[in-house]
Structures are given as C-alpha cells and as structure tokens.
C-alpha cells in the first residue's frame, strides 16, 4: 500500500509526540525522586508514572507489570462529561476499584487534560506512602487479616476540584497517619508530579494540534499492539495448555496455595484462564489481579528483544479475555487481606512462563523467587526503638538466551549497604555472599541467592521474616532443575541450633545470636548436560556452583582442587546420564498436567 | 616568530578518532589549532605527533614551551572495555561476593526480562576473603589472621596479577589492616600496583568502595606506563615543561598523581570539554549555561550555575558505580552518527545505534550502510561537500540513496521529507534530555544560555536553542576542540572525603575539627609536590549530611575557621535551606547527622585566554557563498553562506545563514540573528518572539 506524504509527515510527528510523552513521564519520575518526603519513594523508588488515553488505557508508563485499570472506578463516581479543567482525583481502594491498585500503601492520583471542552488524555501516578494507619507501623503486617487493619481506604475522590484542594479530605486522611508530615510531603510532590505532566501533554497540544496528538496516543498503542501481536504469530501455535505454580503459606496458616492458569490460543486470540485458582487465604498472600497484569507480563516477555516497543494498553489490546473467579487468590472478596500479594504476582508470572514453555517448546523462562524482606525490632539501651527492615535479593529464573539474575530484589529497587546497616541497627553482618548451588542447574542456571549472617548487638529483638519458595522452590524448564529453597536458622553449627519458618513473625532473639537468612534461587532452563563446560567451571571458581553438584547435576567432573575440567571423565558422565523425561522439575521432573490432578493439591 | 623563551603553552585531548591541539602564547595573542589522528593502539604516539605538529605550527623550539595540558581516555577506554590489569580484590572475611551482589538493583528503565546484570571488572575467583574485621565504630574485632594471609600473598604470586585492590570493611574509620597489608604487599612484590580503599573513596558504602578501588587498581598499570612514557619522552624531546593530566572533577593533577589514582581520570576528555563552556561563559560574563557537546555516537549534556561546573559525588560507567568526585555529565546515544531506521512494529527510530567513527555515516564511504543524522544533514544543504579544507569529502548521493531505501520508500516520501523528519526526532531526543536534566534540579532552562560544541553541537544547536526556549546560545570559536581549549583554563584540583558520622546531640567538634585538618594536610601536601605557589592554594570545606533515617546524604559547604557549635550551626541552617531547594521541603523537627566530611583543594594557575578578535569596520559583512539549503518543507532555499575565518568582533549575520568551518558548520535559522563576539563566539537570539 501507497502511503501519501502527508501521512509520512504525519508518522514523523507521532514519533515526536511519542518521545515528548516518554520525556513527560520521566520528568514526572524526576520531579517525585526529587521532591518526596520518605525513603520508600525517594530511595526505594517505589512508584509509577503513566499517560493515559481517554479511554484510560495507558500510553506510556513506568515498566512495571503492576497497572490495573485506572481510570473506569472513577467514572462511576464522576462521568467523564462532570470533570473539569483542574480536577485531581485520588484513591487507594483496591476493592472498590476492583483491583486498579493492589494494595493499600498505593495512592493512585489521576488529572484529566482538556482539549477545549474534552476529555483528551489522562496523567496518573502513584506512590507507595509510608504509613497510612493500621495495626502496625508501614502499615503492612503479614499477621493481618483483613483488609482493615492495612491502613484506611479511600475510594476514588475529587481531592482538587477545578484547582482547589478539597482540605477537609486532606485533613481525615493525613490525620490517619502515624508519620503525618511525611505523608503530606509525599502526597505533594507525587500531585506536583501529576500537574507537571499535565502541563506537559498541554504544551504538546499546543504545539502539534488536537488532531495530532490523538493519533500520537493511538498510535503509541497501536504499535505496541502490533509487536505484540506478531511475535504471539511467529512464537505460539494454537492450542491449550495449562500449569499450576504454588506459594509455600499465607502466613497465619501453614496450608499452601495455588494459581492455576491456563493459555488458549486460537488463531490470533490469545486468552487466559485463572478461574481453578485456589481459593482466597486468610493472611495478606491475596492479589485482586487485573487483566493488565498478566497481559503486560507476557507482553513484556514476548517483546523484550525488539526495538522501539513501549509497554502500554496494546499489550491489553493484542491479549484477549483473562478470567477469574470470585473468592479466590485472584480476585477475593472483602476484607480478604492484601499486604504481601507480591508473593502471589510471582506465581502469577511463574504459572504464565508453565504455559509459555509448554506452547513455545521449552522456550520461556524458569520461575523466579519472591524478593524477601526481614523485619528486626528492639529496643536501645538509652530506651529508643531500634527498627530494621531490610529488603534481601533471590535468585530469578534462568531465560533461553542467558542465565537468570543472580541476588537481585526487584526492578528499581536498592539494597541497603552492610556498612549502612551496622551503623544503623542493633547488628554486624558477618557474612553477605552467593548462596552456592541455590541456582537451579541448567543449560542456562537459575539465579543464586544469598546468605546473610547477622549477629544481634541488643539484648533482645524479635525477628519477623517473609521467604517463600522454601516448600515450593522455584521450578525449572525444559530441562532445567529447580531453584534451591531458602530458610533461616538461628545460630547454626552450634548446640543452639534452630529453624525458623521462613513465614513467620515474632521469633525472640538474644544478644550473640547469629541469624543466618538464605535466601533461594530461580529455577534452570534447559539440560545441565547441555551447558558448557567452562561455564560450569567458571561458577565452581566463582562460588556459584560447588565442586560435587558440577558433577552431579551437570555431568562435569573437575580435578581435586576444582581448578580444572577432566575432559574424559566428563565426556563419559555426560554420555551416560539420561535426558530430562519432562518439561519442568522441581526436587524431580514432572509433567504439569499430573501436578494439576486433585492428589496432588 | 619564536624570538623570546618560554611562552608557549600546549594542549592535547585524545578522542577516539581526532586529537585536537591547540598551541597559545599568552603575550603574543596567539592560538593556533590542529587536529591529529589518534593512535588507539599506542596513544603516546598520538600524543607526541600532536605536540610535534603543534611546535611545527609556530615554528616553536621545545625550550619554548612552559607547560602542557593534556585529556586522555587511556583510563576511560581500559574501564569501558574491562581492558585493565589483572586485578586481585581483598576483602573482609565473609564478603567474597560484594561486586556480584552490589545493590541488588534492576535498573528502572530496563525490561527485568531481558536484562542481564553486568560483567564485573573482577570475579570472584580472584577475591580473597581477609580474616580480620573492624566494627562500625572503627574498633578492632578481630586483628589480621597472618598465617591465613600468608596463603592470600602466596595466591597473589602464583596467580600472575598485575594490580591488587584492598578494601576492607569500615577501613574508612580504621584503616590499620588495609595498611598493614599494603606494607606487606609492598615490601613482597615489586612490580605490583597497589591501591587501598582508605585511600582511593574513604566513605561508607563497601560495594561502591570497593568498586572505586578495583576501577583504580585495574588501570593503574597501564596509566602509570602511560604517563612514564609521556614524561620520558617529553624528556627526550628537551620538552623540560611541566605535564598536567586533566581529571573527571574538572581540575588537573601532575603525573605523579595520575600514575597513583587513574581511576580519577575516567571522565577526563568531557570535563575538559565542560571547563571549556565555563571558562567561555566566565570570559563572556554568563554565569548560568547549559552545554551540549554533540560527536559521533553520543550527546554529553552538562551544567554551569553560577559560572562552576556542576560537580557530582559519583557516576555510573556500564551501570556501575565510580563514586569519586566527577563533573556532572549526562551522556545520551545521539550524534552525527546516529542511525535512522524504522523498527518491524512501523516506529521510526533515530540512535541510539550509531555508525561511530567507523564506518561512519554513508557518507563518509567508508561502509557505511544505514543512513545516519549526518547523512540527513548533507542531503539538506545543511553540511557543505567537504569537511576538513577538502581532506575529507562527503558523498551526498549515497547519503540521499540510503535515506531513501530506508527510510522515504518505505514512509511513502521524499528524501527531503524524510531527512527532516530525521533531524527532527533526533533533536527531540536531545531536548527532551536536556529539559530532564534541568527538571532534576529544579531549574528553569529559560534562565540558562545554551553552549553548543563538538562537531555536530553547531549544526543542531539552532534547533535545540528553539525547542528549549532558552534566550541565548554560545557557538564558540572552535567548537570542535573545546576540550582542548578547556585544558588551557584549568586548575589543579583535587577532592577528598571520609566519613566521619555525627550524630545529632553528640556533635563531636573535636573530631570534626581534626577530620578537616587532616584531610587539609594531606591536600596541601599533594598541591606541595605539584609546585604550586602557597598563595596560590585554596581549600573549601564541604560535607555530607541527612536527616536521620535517609539513605542518602545531600552535599553542603562547610564555613572556614574554628570548629564552634555556632560554625555547626550553620553548616545544619545550610543543610536545611538546601534539602528545602533542592527537594521543597526541609524539616527543622529531624535530627540532622553529619556523614562524610570533604576538603575541596585549589591550586590555582595561570589560565591562557583565547586571542581576542579585531573589531569589524561595521556590522555587515558579505557572503563568501550560497549554497541551496533545505529547512523546512518549501524546499531548497538559495542560502548565503559565510567563512568562520572571515568574522570579526561585531559581525552580525541574521538567519537562514551558513558559517562553514575547518571541522563544522553553524546554522543560523530563520528569524534568528548571530553576533560575532570580541572572542570570536557567536551569540545567536531570536530576533522576533
């Protein structure tokens, strides 16, 4: 087909608008990096910038798989035609939004941008704040039960009405807070952020015209739809296939759960069924999931080698119906609890790459472990409260082009470092390293974890810790073998030795005690058979992999001191073990149909 | 012309293709430049053919010179390309793994699918794990196990290694044991290079440490042959002036310096480029600028308030951290070079691929095939045919045939259409980093003048001036060799820190006042060795301070004088009056802690300014030339072009305007309006807004 130059032209500006909403988004990341109050924003980064269409489907965005529909909860309470010029809108209520955010610290913040009288785009944003009431500080306790006691809701509200800032709501809210001026400072800089944005997508409306800019916003999407769409052509025939990944316990109880997912592709129509997921837990492991969020996680996997491909609603648009059921994991009723529901976003991932695998031959990758977080509260001699909560990194699951992650925590997000943390906290860290062998073999391996020793310097502490994947360690694909679990014992290679539950709150801990914290790996992909020698001997020098599982589970025998490959004893141990008999493995290989039959909940 | 002694003074900066020299005498008004080919594989004879064509220039004896400047990428290219010695870390028992765990992070623009953590510049296998310890509080909780360190030593000589790095933990309190074990290694081993943390970054943060320290031991090799090189060869050519080797902060240090802490000279070719900016705004009295020095693959954009270079606390080169003191430079992947293409979903593309200096654009005809920001600009007018007096001559019909295969076929356009279209998604590009990097800070571009440089900065800065809405922008006279010029304006700089914690009610003036003391006498004693004039040293006092709680620290000066609870004070007044600033808000309720502590050390000298320019008989002067130039959409436009070399102190040119020169070209758009400076810069504003 012909193209007329005044279409050419007209691809030349979309490309402009599109840089200048991307440039948009960042200087709204820049202004909140800048101008937030509290650590979790400013330095832990945990927030999200968007652009969105009228239709609240999003343009541009920060590359985190956690969007839900943002912008419909508000419509019910105010249509499109009562907004005006100025408004801002906030909430942070997942169930009343069915999901849009999906836990309580999330304050979403939306502005809609007028073109004359219309509606013409969306700018949103949120943050996760500090502290907005519950039953304990951070307002997140894996001992909660309801929704409840994660802090106080709201529900989409006109917090700035045509430019003036309703302070009455302000007032109720921030008075909720234990941290109140941390919490205002927030709320500012991240509606600071919104108005920038806005004033940006004006500018643009100014400078390249209503018409222009409309067809930058579809367009935008449209592309991501269509590279989406041809790789779900070249990459996945038609079919159905299923898998069903676990998480270890919701942490009141020691029951596991499961998300069950399963892919259907017929001739273009890519849909997912989650609805024989497990039923909704008691403790906060629930996740009202979005269709955005598995959506985006395939989207992003599926585009992640090609250029110039943005992630926003095409991944929805190219993706059709995602189902789920009511009162479970994935779409629970009120007050089901949500405060640790990235523990089910990982399984959701996970059971998403299961199918993956099954429709692509192998060519997805292996599951990943949840990041870990372990709280350690005392009390100081001069009677001040002594609060640590360090976030620790795992191992992610090897990819069919390169090994998985080793000990990262999540996208974005930095670790605190040992010489920040001693001189902060009760505590030394006596030893920070690779937890050998956790990476599950394969052709490419799984993401190792770590170890951290910590010795406590109070006289007395009460340790809380979140690690899942112990029960359940992250499984390995087409060939590859299972992460190693993680766990944490209390002062080991002693007579005091003693386990924990890697889910647990409220374990006392005296002066001198030493608490080793593992954390696990991500599963292999593909046979360990298959890896190249010298990468295998390359992990041995490097602590990543020990002498004796080089030559059990990879087939490599090295000399005494591990500096060296036997090449004959290797060839012969490689020629005699057998091929991996199924897909995926964990602790031993399986089929992912059996592991779906009712014997094996 | 050489007639009396001593008056020269020589600059070189190295880049991967050019070396750029300039040649001044400050008596005679004179500065003459040339450009040289780089030797990347022995950059020393690069660096002494540039200093031969330079005294041939001027007809100069080597007695004549009196000093030399020079910028390098040897440190810069060995960390960039993991080129640098064999490097062996010791670390404190427990911590093999530092530099593969670092911060845990995934960087927030990356696809956490697709992305893969970056190969450190030392493994693990060659870490060794030192039994000792030292608490957080600098005391000693386990001395150094010798019997084991013996095995470590025996480890360092079976294993070949050129460099050992040594950074222990909290060696920035106590730095006993990384001494103890630097005089054992010293006294063992005589041809290895050593570099200690207590040394190189002693501050808190053993990743970044740790990393800074490995970075410096790894070039350290090298650069220290480098130098010896320059300085025997200097020797050999009775060149008997001294050598000054420009650092990432902006200042220079002697080789002595440079052949212990190459690390400091990662960013040495851009910040000279920044001093440059600063040191023209300074000549033209604006204080306030933003620069943007366009090459082959890559923007450098930096900032000047208040007539100093922005400098920062730390950079990242491959995502990894080098947390030494560097002029504030934000890179992005758009030059000349620049590839333009469009991606398999029908989004059109400019960079960050980039054709390099090698093939380099299409037409250049040395194969390359994609066409490049270069090329759009030839196939518009916009470059002239020849570059270089005609050395290098530029194929416009291959740049046309490539724009149109790749690019106008498949859109359904013209050619033209098609390169302007180009031009202008690249110069977006640079706008949109540009405006991040003034919204970061909380500034206003539209307060700031513009300096465009490098060889494609004159070409585009037009444009950007326009997007940017800034008021003014600065074209120098040579804008393709400013980080030459800027050598000619440096001082000797050095920067120290150390973290020294304070906190709130239990500020220690005893200790504060013994930690800027200590860390002043080490600073005089290095501006001591390099020969500077007491007189002429100047010593600034900074530190690094929080909130209690935060993670990170915000950079504040610190008063001369007595350490007195009225000078702290101050110092927490300041802290407050910055973080408000800088973040819009400051809470005077929090307890406030003191972290590191910085001495900032000036050696000032002599700066060489640029000849000025005689003044113009009036304020026209006629075209040289035309040459049909594309601007817009109506096509090619009958455009007057001038000679760089013709414009005097008081020129005016109003746009659409050519100024060709040796290596570039100044594009003067219509409704704009170019002043010819005493300096010979051009100063272009909008005539009508």
Not at chain 2, 646 to 665: E, V, W
């Amino acid at each position: 087909m012909k193209t007329s130059p005044d279409d050419a032209n007209q691809k030349f500006t979309v490309e402009l608008i599109k840089g200048a909403l991307n440039a948009s988004r960042r200087e709204m990341e820049a202004l909140i990096t800048r101008t937030s109050m509290s650590p979790f924003i400013r330095e832990k980064k945990d927030f999200f910038t968007a652009i969105l269409n009228p239709q609240g489907e999003l343009v541009v965005s920060t590359s985190l798989t956690l969007a839900g529909n943002l912008i419909d909860s508000i419509l019910e309470s105010y249509p499109l035609h009562t907004m005006k010029n100025g408004d801002l809108y906030w909430y942070n209520d997942p169930y009343f939004t069915s999901g849009a955010v999906s836990h309580l610290p999330d304050m979403v913040f939306v502005m809609p941008i007028f073109s004359k009288a219309r509606v013409i785009a969306f700018v949103e944003c949120w943050g996760h704040l500090w502290d907005i009431g519950g039953r304990v500080p951070g307002s997140i306790s894996p001992n909660a039960k309801s929704v409840y006691e994660e802090g106080i809701m709201i529900p989409p509200v006109r917090v700035i009405q045509a430019g003036v800032r309703n302070e009455e709501v302000f007032r109720i809210f921030t008075r909720n807070s234990r941290f109140p001026e941390m919490l205002e400072g927030d709320l500012n800089s991240l509606m600071a952020a919104c108005q920038l944005g806005k004033k940006r997508v004006e500018d643009c409306l100014t400078v390249y015209g209503e018409n222009n800019l409309e067809l930058a916003l579809e367009r935008t999407i449209s592309q991501t739809e269509a590279a989406l769409k041809s790789q779900i052509d070249q990459l996945i025939p038609d079919g159905e296939w299923a898998f069903r990944d676990r998480i270890d316990s919701d942490a009141v109880s020691d029951r596991s759960y499961y998300v069950d997912a399963i892919l259907r592709h017929k001739r273009g129509e890519l849909t997912i069924d989650f609805t024989q997921t497990d039923k909704q837990a008691v403790g906060p492991i629930n996740f009202i999931m979005d269709e955005s969020v598995p959506k985006f996680m395939l989207g992003l996997y599926l585009t992640h080698g090609m250029d110039g491909v943005i992630m926003n609603a095409g991944f929805t648009r190219a993706l059709g119906a995602i189902k789920t059921s009511p009162g479970t994991l994935l779409a629970p009723n009120s007050p089901a609890p949500l405060g640790l529901r990235s523990h089910t976003m990982f399984r959701v991932n996970s059971a998403l790459f299961g199918c993956l695998a099954q429709a692509m031959d192998g060519a997805a990758s292996a599951a990943s472990s949840v990041y870990v977080l372990y709280y350690l509260r005392g009390k100081r001699q001069n009677g001040g409260e002594d609060l640590c909560i360090e976030g620790l990194s795992v191992g992610y699951g090897a990819r069919n082009f390169a090994d998985g992650l080793d000990a990262v925590y999540y996208v974005a997000q930095e670790n605190y470092p040992v010489e920040f943390a001693e001189m902060e906290f009760g505590l030394e860290i006596e030893q920070f390293s690779v937890h050998c062998d956790s990476g599950g073999a394969g052709r490419y391996r799984g993401g190792c974890g770590i170890v951290r020793d910590v010795r406590v310097l109070l006289n007395e502490m009460t340790l809380g810790i979140r690690i899942d994947n112990c029960r359940y360690p992250a499984f390995g694909t087409n060939g590859g073998m299972s992460g190693m679990p993680g766990g944490v014992i209390i002062n080991p290679g002693t007579t005091e030795e003693r386990r924990i539950k890697p889910l647990s709150d409220g374990t006392v801990v005296k002066k001198g005690d030493l608490i080793r914290i593992i954390t696990p790996g991500g599963g292999g992909w593909g046979s360990p058979l298959d890896r190249p020698q010298q990468d295998v001997l390359d992990d041995v020098l490097d602590g990543y992999v020990s002498i004796k599982q080089a030559k059990n589970q990879y087939g490599v025998v090295l000399s005494d001191d591990g500096l060296a490959i036997d090449l004959y004893e290797t060839r012969k141990l490689r020629a005699s073990r057998p091929r991996a008999p199924e897909m995926f493995h964990r602790g031993e290989y399986y089929n992912a149909e059996d592991d779906r039959t009712p014997q094996n909940q | 012309m050489a007639n009396s002694r001593n008056q020269f003074a020589i600059a070189v900066d190295i880049g991967g293709t050019f070396t750029d020299v300039v040649i001044a005498d400050r008596d005679k008004n004179f500065f003459f430049v040339t450009k040289t080919n780089s030797t990347p594989l022995n950059p020393a004879d690069g660096f002494f053919n540039a200093v031969d064509s330079a005294l041939k220039l001027c007809n100069a004896s080597p007695e004549d010179v009196n000093i030399v400047f020079h910028g390098s990428t040897v440190a810069t290219n060995a960390i960039l390309e993991s080129k640098g010695a064999k490097t062996a870390l010791l670390t404190t028992k427990g911590f093999r793994h530092v530099l593969d765990i670092g911060r845990a992070e995934i960087p927030r623009e990356a696809n956490l699918y697709g992305w893969v953590k970056p190969k450190r510049p030392v493994q693990p296998r060659d870490v060794f794990e030192v039994d000792e310890r030292v608490r957080s509080d600098g005391s000693v909780a386990r001395l150094i196990n010798k019997n084991h360190l013996e095995k470590i030593v025996k480890k360092i000589a079976d294993g070949k290694y050129e460099a050992v790095a040594i950074s222990l933990l909290h060696s920035y309190l106590n730095a006993d044991h990384e001494k103890q074990i630097y005089n054992l290694l010293a006294e063992r081993f005589t041809n290895l290079e050593i570099s200690i943390s207590s040394d190189v970054l002693p501050v808190f943060r053993e990743y970044e440490r740790s990393m800074a320290t490995v970075m410096n031991a790894m070039v350290q090799p090298l650069v220290g042959k480098y130098i010896r090189q320059l300085e025997d060869g200097l020797a050999e050519k009775r060149i008997k002036a001294p050598l000054f080797i420009m650092k990432s902060n902006g200042g220079v240090f002697s080789p002595q310096e440079a052949a212990r802490s190459g690390a400091h000279m990662a960013l040495s070719g851009p910040a000279a480029g920044t001093n440059g900016a600063a040191n023209l705004g300074h000549l033209c009295k604006i204080e306030d600028i933003i620069t943007i020095d366009i090459g082959g693959t890559s923007a450098d954009i930096s900032l000047i308030r208040g007539g100093k270079a922005e400098i920062a606390n730390g950079t990242k080169i491959n995502d990894l951290p080098l947390s030494l003191a560097v002029t504030d430079i934000h890179t992005i992947g758009a030059g000349g070079g620049s590839i333009a293409r469009i991606s398999d979903n029908g989004a059109i593309m400019v960079g960050p691929k980039s054709a390099g200096a090698d093939p380099g654009p299409v037409a250049y005809g040395k194969g390359g095939v994609y066409p490049t920001v270069t090329d759009a600009n030839l196939v518009l007018g916009r470059l002239p045919e020849k570059l270089l007096d005609g050395a290098l001559r530029l194929d416009s019909k291959a740049a046309s045939f490539a724009i149109k295969k790749y690019i106008a076929d498949p859109l359904g356009t013209t050619v033209e259409a098609a390169a302007i279209g180009i031009l202008a998604i690249v110069n977006e590009t640079m706008n949109n980093a540009l405006k991040l990097m003034t919204v970061e800070r909380g500034l206003d571009p539209k307060n700031y003048t513009l300096i465009a440089f490098g060889g494609a900065g004159p070409v585009h800065g037009g444009q950007l001036m326009r997007l940017l809405r800034t008021e003014k922008l600065l074209i120098p006279r040579y804008p393709g060799i400013l980080c030459a010029t800027g050598l000619l304006s440096t001082d000797l700089r050095y920067d120290f820190a150390i973290t020294r914690v304070q906190r709130a009610g239990q500020y220690n003036k005893k200790e504060i006042s013994e930690t800027f003391n200590s860390l002043s006498d080490i600073a005089k004693a290095k501006l001591k060795r390099d020969k500077i004039d007491p007189a002429q040293c100047h010593l600034k006092r900074g530190a690094d301070v929080r909130y209690a709680g935060q993670g990170t620290e915000l950079s504040i000066s610190f008063s001369d004088g007595a350490i007195t609870s009225v000078s702290i004070e101050r110092a927490v007044a300041e802290f407050h009056r910055t973080h408000k600033k800088l973040y819009n808000f400051s809470d005077e309720t929090t307890p406030v802690e003191f972290v590191n502590f910085r001495i900032t050390a000036i050696g000032a000298m002599n700066h060489i300014p640029q000849p000025k320019l005689p003044q113009s008989a009036g304020v026209d002067i006629s075209a040289t030339d035309y040459r049909q130039v594309v601007f817009d959409m109506n096509g090619p436009q009958r455009t007057p072009v001038w000679r760089r070399e013709d414009l005097l102190n008081g020129h005016q040119i109003i746009g659409p305007a050519i100024i060709d020169q040796l290596d570039t070209t100044s594009i003067i758009y219509a409704g704009q309006r170019a002043k010819v400076d005493e300096w010979g810069n051009i100063l272009i504003s909008e005539v009508m807004t």
